[in-house]
């Protein structure tokens, strides 16, 4: 397993911010006022953090005009960049607060990641696809903000122990369940946050808030939502007679 230290984008209104494409900051306005607003996203430093975290950057560049549209952006592997409105919700339910310690699972090429460590966390970002981990380098490169974010490439089903206890893990995309080896490195009073797939045909997948309360872990269903789900933790098939 490999980790890195990179430079990241700092808080909102951090004097290191850099500039960004004039063109792309009237689209991540846009993004905010038509998709996050309207959507009940309210948390300021979000809201913040997703109006200058340039998201082209995390995305190949032929592909960078579709960076603010209200839909997945699907990339090669069977991943994808998961629409602004529902990675805004999924960032909301983690409730981060300055200085937190998060874990983002699936972490692609990194732009939930810069996210919440815009908005004051402390990342560890895990991701296990060694193309997306080079996308990740070269997305956050430049970004400022030295130690604000570790890029670490390993099994996505493991977590990342060795940063842990955690104050907030994100699995990013769907999942058939939360693996208790990634459960397990939640500080108590901690929170997690995924998709759950849909148990059967004609109900929903649903994004959950999972807490550690006196050593015990438990979900509570958050709303609807649909995304891609991840490879790493696609249940093996069972026989069939």
Known sequence: ?????????????????????????????????????????????LLAAMGEVPRERFLPPSMAARAYVDEDVRLPGGRALIEPMVIAKLVQLLAIRDGDR?????????YAAAVAARSGARVVALEEDAALVAEARRALAGLAAPDALRLVEGP??????????YDAILIEGEVPEVPAAIADQLGEGGRLVTVLAAASRGV?????????IGGSFSTT??????????PAFRRAPGFVF
């Not at 850099?18 to 607003?37: I, N, S």
């Not at 996505?156 to 206890?165: D, T």
């Not at 269903?221 to 991840?230: G, K, R, S």
């Open 1 to 45: 397993m490999r980790a890195e230290t990179l430079s990241v984008i700092p808080p909102a209104g951090h004097p290191a911010s850099g500039r960004v494409a004039p063109d792309m900051t009237e689209a991540r306005r846009h993004m905010v006022d038509g998709q996050l607003r309207p959507n009940r996203i309210t948390d300021p430093r």
């Open 102 to 110: 998060v874990l983002v699972v699936g972490a692609g090429a990194g």
């Open 156 to 165: 996505l089903a493991k977590g990342f122990a060795e940063g842990a206890p």
């Open 204 to 212: 929903s997948s649903r994004a959950v808030i999972g807490r550690r």
């Open 221 to 230: 269903d958050a709303f609807d939502c649909a995304t891609l789900p991840l």
